[in-house]
């Protein structure tokens, strides 16, 4: 066969999936509403991690208080192993200190409000503490987001054992510091750390379009000023720590527009969300030719 016409032959190959050697962990980190949780959906599928291995700190906390509210069970465990309880005062409790008893007490109107109570200055509960900060996007104490985390890995065999992402933390770089050490527990290898980055516009216009309880717009620059003070110095300890490589910065703002059949341009998420994936798979090493059956794959597209 001549060379050329063996050029032209269709190859009969294509990869559909790659996947992460070894145990260890991929950060997502960036502002609200940067497309954690759609990239992190995307990677899980196209690197076969199954869904368990998806750790989102936002809905750890959400599934914490909602289980605390719903199963005794769990309840008296939170309770007895964390020392977090529905009975037990936030103003009087071992997270309690001068800082935390202010910064509960900044919020007495919109807690008043939430909770349908007038009482909330002498009596909130650590977990309606918890529920409220996860709800309005605010930082609840370290212990509490560290003893989660650790928690999940420490009793996920699977977790020990296989790549798993997780998503939105740390948050703080003493929350990075405490990261790095049950990683260290563990013998956990961080494989990357993906910054995704927008600006504060995008987030704001990103926010206001899903329409969500929690994205209020003094809610949303009170979250983006949390980002730039504390999120981005968590991420450049990481970097000092772990080396320049270990940090990769991806654009998430990558938008494509396709005309309708009016003619006018609309968003075509799906390809927008492809491009910030393609970013992330290219920062991971995967060759372009690899990234190209992977996006041209059903698997992808799910």
Known sequence: MEYQAYLKLESK?????????????LILTGPSSCGKGE??????????IPKEAHLSMGE?????????KEDQNYSLVLQEKYQISQSTNIFECLDTTPDLTRKVLSHHEALAKYYNRENVHQFLSQVEWLEFCTI????????WTQSFLESYIETSTYLRNQPFILDGYPRTVVAAEHLI??????????IKILHLSISKQEMMNRALQRGREDDAHASLIS????????????VDYLKIQLGTESVALIDAHQPVYVKDVNGELKLNLQQSIHNVVVSALRSLG???????DLLSSDTFLD
């Not at 979250?223 to 968590?234: A, G, I, K, M, W």
């Open 13 to 25: 190959v294509q990869v559909e999936k790659v996947s992460l050697k070894g145990g260890g962990v």
């Open 39 to 48: 990239v992190a959906a995307a990677l899980r599928r196209v690197m076969s």
């Open 60 to 68: 750890i906390l959400r599934s914490t208080f909602q289980r605390a």
């Open 136 to 143: 309005q996007g605010l930082l609840v104490p370290n212990r």
């Open 181 to 190: 050490s049950i990683l260290k527990k563990f013998r956990l290898p961080i």
């Open 223 to 234: 979250r983006y000023q949390f980002y730039t003070e504390n999120v981005q110095p968590s």
């Open 286 to 292: 995967v060759p372009r030719v690899i990234i190209r």
